[in-house]
């Protein structure tokens, strides 16, 4: 079984800049892809990015393609998600899942809270 816990959230005026972490643990040799995933209030859980565990190779969702970096750091077991020009419609709590690319698996983690002020 894998344990994945996210971090790094924030408040940040518009156009700033954060970077999230997600930190795997457990059963790691069974990861495919790690993706995260965001909900804001009232809407449903969207994808926003994938990594291939093994490999480097990207997803992204067309909201955020040129401003958000999705990133892994093996020696760390951490996926990194840096998100740059940041606006007010990126406020939701944001998910990383370890399943197969834009379809999570397993349970889910508390989420890291990214509020973007205008």
């Known amino acids: 079984q894998v344990q994945l816990v996210e971090s790094g959230g924030g408040l940040v005026q518009a156009g700033g800049s954060l970077r999230l972490s997600c930190a795997a643990s457990?059963?790691?040799?069974?990861?495919?892809?790690v993706n995260w995933f965001r909900q804001a209030p009232g809407k449903e859980r969207e994808f926003v990015a994938a990594i291939i565990w093994r490999g480097r190779i990207t997803y992204y969702a067309d909201s955020v393609k040129g401003r958000f970096t999705i990133s892994r750091d093996n020696a760390k077991n951490t996926v990194y998600l840096q998100m740059n020009s940041l606006k007010p419609e990126d406020t939701a709590v944001y998910y990383c899942?370890?399943?197969?690319?834009?379809?999570?698996?397993?349970?889910w983690g508390q989420g890291t809270q990214v509020t973007v002020s205008s």
């Open positions: 457990g059963r790691t040799v069974s990861i495919d892809a």
């Open positions: 899942n370890a399943g197969p690319v834009k379809s999570p698996a397993g349970s």
